[in-house]
Every structure is written in structure tokens, then in C-alpha cells.
């Protein structure tokens, strides 16, 4: 039973242009959401991460919005840039359990000049 | 400041026989945890141990074992193995302060079962 879910396998985009990447979950239980970022042969780093209580977070040209509503929660990237090409990991957890994340299957993003 | 450190990197096993992988936290991290990544299925908790203690594991079979030493070092031991125990095993230490989720991981080890 996959808890959260990427349904985009790969995306492509543009370098400059936006780049979009969603995830969606099933377990309420949920109130903490992160996504983090894997180059080839190394271990991923933490991106953005944010909380239930808010339904928006922004770090530079990275954006995380969140519709608890509808379980579900985007990766915004502008501008899009060839770095920034790596695959995406959507991930949850539930308060108390900061080591026990649940990852989605992740989505490699290409950005091409 | 050093990274988590994972050894060894890459091994070839076959069916029936055991592996022990290695992990260094980061300096100063007590929570040491494991996942397993797959094509397909994206990264798995495996367990996580805080001060020597396991205090989560996830959904694997009992060959799936770990442990942690007094200096926060972990192993991970996987038994007889399968063919589809084939993936790259990641490490991740957290300073569990702020509780945030924010895991350091290692590069891995990747594990070839034949």
C-alpha cells in the first residue's frame, strides 16, 4: 500500500520555465511533508520541507504548496535550471517520528537547455 | 564537518549467503536509521535506532536486522539472501533537534544478490 505517491515517473522542462512536481497521500496521520533531491550515485539531500499548518513554503526559487483538503502537496521550481536536474523524492511523517519518513517512488526531473 | 560515511559500496553476494553494511553518522547524530531503495518503489524504512535502542522498524522480514553502537556507528545485517534483496541501501543520521525530518544520507551501498 503505497502511503504517498508520485505518479510522474519523469518530467521534462525547459531550463528557465517552471517545473511542477506533485505528490499525493492517502494516510491522514501525515503532518509533516519534506521533499528531497538525489543525483546519480549519491544519497539524497533535504530540499524543502512544511508543516500541516501551513499551505505554502518558499526557499529561494523553491516552493512548496500543500491542499490538506485533497491530500496533496507540489514542488515548484522557478526558473528551472540544468542543476536542478536530479530526481525528486516526495516524503511524510507524522510528528515524533522524524526517522521514520515514508517516501513516494520518486520523479526525475530533466531540465534542458 | 564529515558526512555519514556507508561502507562498503558496492558488493556482489549470491543466494543463501549474508551481508553486514556499515555506518558512520555524522558527528554529534544519535539517530541512525536504514531504508532500502528498489526501482519502482522508492526509498523503504528499514529501521531506526536512537542511543543504541531500536525504536521504529518498518515492514521487513526478520532476515532484516540492525544494530547500533555505543558511538552511534550502525550495522545493518541482512541473512540469506534473496534475489530480490538486490538494491541500494541507504544510511540517514538526524540530530533529531529540531524533529524535523531532515535526514543526512550517505552515498549507500549497493547490494547485488545472484
Known amino acids: 500500500d503505497q502511503q504517498v505517491k508520485q505518479n510522474s515517473p519523469s518530467l521534462s522542462v525547459q531550463e528557465g520555465r517552471i517545473s511542477i512536481l506533485n505528490c499525493d497521500y492517502t494516510n491522514s496521520m501525515f503532518d509533516y511533508f519534506l521533499w528531497y533531491k538525489k543525483y546519480p550515485a549519491e544519497g539524497p539531500t533535504f530540499l524543502i520541507s512544511i508543516s500541516s499548518i501551513k499551505d505554502k513554503n518558499e526557499d529561494g526559487r523553491f516552493t512548496v504548496f500543500l491542499n490538506k483538503s485533497a491530500k496533496h502537496l507540489s514542488l515548484h521550481i522557478v526558473p528551472s535550471q540544468p542543476g536542478d536536474s536530479a530526481v525528486y523524492f516526495c516524503?511524510?511523517?507524522?510528528?515524533?517520528?522524524?526517522?521514520?519518513?515514508?517516501f513516494g517512488t520518486g520523479t526525475r526531473l530533466q531540465v534542458t537547455l | 564537518k564529515a558526512g555519514v560515511t556507508q561502507t562498503p559500496r558496492y558488493l556482489i553476494k549470491t543466494r543463501g549467503q549474508q551481508v553486514t553494511l556499515s555506518c558512520s553518522p555524522i558527528?554529534?547524530?544519535?539517530?541512525v536509521s536504514w531504508y532500502q531503495q528498489t526501482p519502482g518503489q522508492g526509498l523503504q524504512f528499514l529501521f531506526e535506532y536512537f542511543s543504541e535502542t531500536q525504536r521504529n522498524k518498518g515492514n521487513f522480514p526478520g532476515r532484516f536486522s540492525g544494530r547500533q553502537f555505543s558511538n552511534s556507528r550502525s550495522e545493518m545485517n541482512v541473512s540469506t539472501l534473496e534475489l530480490g534483496d538486490s538494491a541500494l541501501y541507504l544510511c540517514a543520521s538526524s540530530s533529531l533537534s529540531p524533529d524535523t525530518g531532515e535526514l543526512f544520507f550517505g552515498e549507500g551501498s549497493r547490494l547485488t544478490v545472484l
Open positions: 558527528s554529534g547524530h544519535r539517530s
Open positions: 516524503a511524510a511523517m507524522e510528528t515524533g517520528t522524524a526517522s521514520k519518513l515514508t
